[in-house]
């Protein structure tokens, strides 16, 4: 257990579905992030919120939504995805100062798009 | 240009061996630089943070080089357990004043009995 806690950690959703993945840190970080990591590729980052403003949106498609309630939830909302949009999605948080922005991650959720 | 650029490898080396990865950035003014690990099926872990001066722990060493802008890190005695992928991480701040880490590809490593 690392302090964050991702659900589902498994998810097969259509094309046509809308769902959503959930992030919670118990960890009293600051900021937090989405990265997508997809098979053969370096993790991209989606989104950063810090302090629960979002401060980096890294180009991403307006079917992946972030949502930031508070510094301990993050959610990333999905609708009408694309079979490409397989990936391990993971969440992280840190402490979003100068030195201390080491990333802790959950333990990921797989999307499977059909 | 990449933005952190690693050798994919994978590395394949015997129990005892020393190996060591590179990593270059594209950005100069990026303020701190770690390693992680990932395990198959895992998230990435914190291996070390690599400081200016150099730093080590235990059969881990790290090394920075601002001037050339590389990273490296160098394993002593490999294990077994060792065996992962090794992803060079790099942090830049943004407008406002948050932190946000790059990762590279990683580094496959694979230690054989």
């Known amino acids: 257990e690392t302090g964050v806690t991702q659900t589902p950690r498994h998810l097969v959703m259509g094309m046509t579905n809308k769902k959503s993945l959930k992030c919670e840190q118990h960890?009293?970080?600051?900021?937090m992030y989405w990265y997508k990591q997809s098979a053969k590729k370096p993790l991209e980052l989606m989104f950063v919120?810090?302090?629960?403003?979002?401060?980096e949106n890294n180009s991403v498609p307006s079917r992946f939504s972030p949502e930031c309630p508070n510094s301990s939830h993050l959610f990333l909302h999905l609708h009408t995805l694309q079979p490409e949009d397989s990936a391990l999605y993971l969440c992280?948080?840190?402490?979003?100062?100068?030195?201390?922005?080491?990333?802790?991650f959950g333990a990921g959720s797989r999307l499977t798009v059909l | 240009r990449k933005e952190v650029e690693q050798d994919p490898g994978p590395f394949n080396v015997p129990e005892g061996a020393t190996v060591a990865f590179n990593c270059t950035y594209s950005?100069?003014?990026?303020?701190?630089f770690f390693w992680y690990r990932q395990d198959c099926r895992k998230e990435p872990k914190l291996l070390m943070s690599?400081?200016?001066s150099g730093n080590e722990d235990g059969r881990f060493t790290a090394q920075l080089n601002r001037a050339s802008q590389y990273i490296s890190l160098l394993i002593r005695d490999s294990k077994l357990s060792d065996s992962a992928t090794y992803l060079c991480?790099?942090?830049?701040?943004?407008?406002?004043?948050?932190?946000?880490?790059?990762f590279g590809r990683g580094t496959s490593l694979i230690v054989h009995p």
């Open positions: 992280a948080s840190s402490q979003d100062r100068a030195g201390a922005n080491v990333l802790t």
């Open positions: 960890l009293g970080h600051n900021a």
């Open positions: 919120y810090s302090l629960e403003e979002r401060v």
């Open positions: 950005n100069s003014a990026s303020q701190s």
């Open positions: 690599v400081y200016s």
């Open positions: 991480v790099v942090t830049l701040t943004v407008s406002g004043g948050s932190y946000i880490p790059t």
